[in-house]
């Protein structure tokens, strides 16, 4: 049900309580004031505002933007909510919006369900939901249907948000995992591993001083640009849980290739590297929120790198490793000390609730 | 960063292995009978592996990876213990984050968490205390692990346990000793090694003097070593000086940590809070003697084994896991008959697959794929 909507269209009652409660969950005029009050004027949007309990698109005007739609969900829970460079609304605008970019699309309109614990103050949905409006502003998409629940307290933790997207790829854009071949480059754009020691260091149980800020961002623009410099993008996807490494792995599976990562290439802020120190963490491993891994044909690395570097999210944009033959499905790290190693897939979980 | 990038420099490595390669070819061993060092610490074996340290060296010497990851000499029963105590519905049982994934005969602390136990991972003693205070109504025991290294800081925990008067928290102690059980690993039999790289961070608390009976009596180098990759070539460079010489000594290479007679202060809070037991069983090892600690009388009421039933039973390792030959050096992990098939970091059987300092994890993750035969056409790089 398109909760979203369900207000008059004029009249914005705004909520008096300071807490969600059940009744806000119930169907009834809570719920719907509640909507009305936080969700809609943020949205606010001609899709939502139509009232119905669905948005409806118009294919010819989808077709205008490309041939094909790219569709996509991902479900947030991160643990705190808040923390440096980002908040849990950001990353679902963000992170759903990557998704749709790494297969070229141009992101154009999100959902938005939202699972709120019985007792979470209306003011820290509010500001998640201010946070949804920006990011979504800045990514130029639209959050044009949604859906309300509220749990008993226990049942979730304070808040969770699924966002669902819908994109369109450009005709001529052939992008997938398992095409890397021999010869081709690695390309990242920027430094790693900043959204995991973030959240490691908001979450307050290290008595470590630093403050690194994650480095949620969208990247469709990026991978616009990146498009533009080389259409024959191979493989791109975004660094998310499980860090560099395990996209590395996963392209070197499906492309049945080798990939060799050259460790002094890779680009590190020094407080995430002095973290990694002293948690035994590696930082190839971390979760990223604005970071995406591209393979690209060989002659096509200083065109892509040039036009990464003219945007801001790509301005610590680096070549960091070759795809060749062998072995296959594996990737090995030239050590910066001189020795190689195996880079696995990640066992088990670094970290709890990240995303 | 620059205090850690300075012990990992690329062209000083490269220097130094060419020294190490110049001293085994005086020694003279082939790659059929290749120079056994061990290292006793799985601090040690990850950043061999990490760095990719055994690549830089002739085939003529080998790493054997030691006994000391406290994680993977963890017996079985020992495991179940902390289940059964994690399984009291009055107790928040606390462990270090590694420690979970081990295996018990029936499960893991990992699954004992998700089938309901309150297991929370903790970064130290005092976070255990913490949550003691923050409880008062449940019974918090930490879970006790390590050699000499971590065994002062719950030493302190209890103290302070004992000085605030929380009467809600224990220590399940495992500690154990690392100088038994070198002697042992020296004792057994059909033992080939010649020469150790010394823990550091053990001495760090126990200093360079307890290690003098190996020289002496044994007659085979120790090194106490640093951990970053420079660290371990300069120390073994130190351990083929001493063969090449004829001398057999105990030497300290982490001299930036290591004090020679250790940690006063640290001792002393060892020496109040805790007495040797008569044996202690090791994964692998068996039951060797005097090898680990309990909590002395005096602090009776901190000790989670006298304050509840621990069934402390004997359980043998899966028949198909070699990890005490591995672990005595006697086979690689490669060789072990489950290793990557039935033994994966996934799905462990033995403790060696479990925490990343064990060296069968490292040889999984790192070195699963023999690289060397790859690297033959970079091979003037190597040895540049």
């Known amino acids: 049900m398109n909760d979203f909507s369900a207000n008059d269209g004029k009249r914005r009652p705004r909520i008096n309580d300071t807490h969600v409660n059940l009744s806000h969950g119930s169907g009834g005029k809570a719920m719907r004031d509640l909507i009305a009050d936080v969700f809609v004027g943020a949205f606010d949007n001609p899709s939502l505002s139509a009232l119905e309990d669905q948005a409806v698109f118009d294919l010819k005007q989808l077709g205008t933007h490309g041939e094909r739609l790219a569709f996509t969900t991902d479900t947030y829970v991160v643990d705190p909510l808040f923390f440096p460079g980002g908040d849990i609304g950001h990353l679902a605008v963000n992170g759903t919006v990557n998704d749709l970019a790494m297969s070229g699309a141009r992101p154009l309109y999100l959902s938005c369900g939202v699972v709120l614990e019985e007792g979470l103050p209306i003011e820290t949905l509010r500001r998640v939901v201010e946070s949804m409006r920006q990011a979504a502003l800045a990514a130029g998409v639209q959050i044009v249907t949604g859906d309300t629940k509220v749990v008993e307290r226990g049942s979730a933790d304070k808040l969770f948000i699924n966002t669902a997207g819908i994109g369109v790829v450009p005709a001529g854009i052939n992008i997938s995992a398992s095409r890397a071949q021999p010869g081709d480059a690695v390309i990242i754009n920027g430094t790693l591993g900043d959204h995991g020691a973030a959240i490691l260091i908001a979450r307050g149980q290290l008595a470590l001083q630093a403050e690194v800020p994650s480095d949620c961002q969208p990247l469709h623009e990026l991978v616009a640009a990146m498009l533009r410099a080389c259409p024959d993008i191979h493989c791109l996807r975004d660094a998310t849980r499980g860090g560099l490494a395990t996209v590395l792995n996963e392209f070197a599976q499906s492309s049945q290739v080798g990939i060799r990562l050259q460790e002094q290439t890779l680009p590190l802020r020094e407080d995430v590297k002095g973290a990694c120190e002293i948690l035994g963490l590696d930082p190839l491993y971390l979760a990223n929120e604005g970071k995406l891994v591209a393979v690209v044909p060989g002659e096509a690395v200083e065109a892509v790198l040039a036009a990464m570097r003219a945007l801001p999210a790509g301005r610590d944009a680096a070549c960091v490793g070759r795809v060749v033959a062998a072995p296959r499905g594996a990737v090995i790290l030239e050590t910066g000390f001189g020795g190689e190693r195996v880079v696995d897939m990640l066992v088990g979980e670094q970290l709890p609730r990240i995303c | ?384």
């Not at chain 2, 990876?65 to 928040?92: K, Q, Y």
């Open chain 2, 1 to 384: 960063m620059k205090h850690v990038d300075e012990f990992r420099d690329p062209a000083k490595a490269r220097a130094l292995a060419a020294e190490i390669r110049q001293l085994a070819r005086q020694i003279g061993r082939g790659p059929d009978n290749p120079l056994l060092v061990m290292e006793v610490c799985g601090g040690h074996t990850h950043a061999i592996f990490r760095y990719g340290i055994q690549q830089l060296l002739p085939d003529t010497i080998e790493f054997v990876h030691g006994p000391g990851c406290p994680v993977c000499v963890l017996p079985m029963g020992r495991v179940d213990d902390c289940v059964a105590l994690a399984e009291r519905p009055e107790v928040i049982f606390t462990t270090f984050g590694d420690a979970m994934r081990v295996p018990g005969s029936r499960k893991s602390l990992l699954k004992a968490k998700a089938e309901g136990a309150d297991v929370r991972m903790v970064y130290s003693p005092l976070d255990a205390l913490q949550l003691a205070r923050d409880n008062p109504g449940r019974e918090v025991i930490f879970f006790g692990l390590g050699f000499e290294t971590t065994m002062p800081s719950t030493a302190m925990t209890v103290l302070e346990a004992k000085r605030q008067g929380i009467d809600n928290f224990s220590l399940f102690c495992n500690h154990i000793t690392i100088i038994p059980t070198i002697k042992a690993i020296l004792d057994s039999p059909g033992m080939q090694l010649d020469g150790f790289l010394g823990p550091g961070h053990v001495s760090m608390v126990i200093g360079t003097a307890p290690y003098q009976f190996i020289a002496q009596h044994y007659r085979k180098p120790l090194v106490v070593a640093g951990f970053e990759p420079l660290d371990v070539l300069q120390s073994l460079w130190m351990v083929l000086r001493q063969i090449v010489d004829g001398r057999c000594e105990i030497e300290n290479q982490y001299g930036r940590i290591v004090p020679e007679h250790g940690n006063e202060v640290a001792l002393r809070s060892v020496q109040e809070v805790f007495e040797l037991r008569e044996f202690f069983e090791w994964r692998g090892l068996g039951s060797i003697d005097h090898s680990g600690v309990r909590v002395r009388e005096a602090y009776a009421q901190y000790d989670a084994e006298r304050k509840f039933p621990v069934p402390n039973l004997k359980i043998a390792d899966p028949k198909s896991c070699q990890c005490g030959e591995v672990l005595k050096g006697a086979i690689k992990p490669r060789d072990c008959k489950v290793f990557g098939t039935a033994c994966t970091p996934q799905t462990p059987l033995g403790s060696l697959m479990v925490s990343s300092e064990g060296a069968c994890a490292a040889y999984y993750q790192y070195a699963r794929i023999d690289t060397s035969r790859l690297r033959e056409d970079r091979q003037d790089k190597v040895s540049a």
